[in-house]
């Protein structure tokens, strides 16, 4: 007579083919890492403040490049006359800001003044 499968410890696959305990319990560990994986995902899914943290450094990324363009499109198109008198004027400012502020503080009593005067 056959032999029952299962008092032998093995177990009948689809195929009609035995399966041996290890197959059985590999195909288990696969499965076990299978939903694991799953469940990982569904977390992430699920996370909103890990997401929005997520689109923030996105959106930090792209700003930083876009300003990295943007400075290097201006550098390009200003003639280099103007870049090097726009250094000597900041180089200026840094040794001595003293007249540069008292000028910006003239130039805005000037502008508050002419607006409580009113036309």
Same mark, same amino acid.
């Given at each position: 007579? @056959?032999? @029952?499968?299962?008092?032998?410890?093995?177990?009948?696959?689809?195929?009609?083919?035995?399966?041996?305990? &290890?197959?059985?319990?590999? &195909?288990?560990?696969?499965?076990?890492?299978?939903?694991? @994986?799953?469940?990982?995902?569904?977390?992430?899914?699920?996370?909103?403040?890990?997401?929005?943290?997520?689109?923030?450094?996105?959106?930090?990324?792209?700003?930083?490049?876009?300003?990295?363009?943007?400075?290097?499109?201006?550098?390009?198109?200003?003639?280099?006359?103007?870049?090097?008198?726009?250094?000597?004027?900041?180089?200026?400012?840094?040794?001595?800001?003293?007249?540069?502020?008292?000028?910006?503080?003239?130039?805005?009593?000037?502008?508050?003044?002419?607006?409580?005067?009113?036309?």
């Amino acid at each position: 007579m @056959d032999e @029952d499968p299962r008092a032998t410890g093995a177990q009948v696959s689809e195929g009609g083919g035995t399966r041996s305990p &290890d197959e059985i319990r590999a &195909d288990i560990e696969q499965t076990r890492e299978e939903v694991g @994986d799953t469940v990982e995902a569904l977390a992430a899914k699920t996370d909103v403040k890990a997401q929005a943290r997520q689109r923030v450094e996105e959106v930090k990324s792209n700003l930083h490049a876009k300003t990295d363009q943007v400075k290097a499109k201006v550098t390009d198109a200003t003639p280099a006359s103007a870049q090097a008198g726009g250094q000597t004027l900041v180089a200026k400012v840094r040794e001595n800001p003293t007249p540069f502020v008292l000028g910006g503080a003239m130039l805005l009593a000037f502008v508050i003044g002419r607006r409580t005067a009113g036309p």
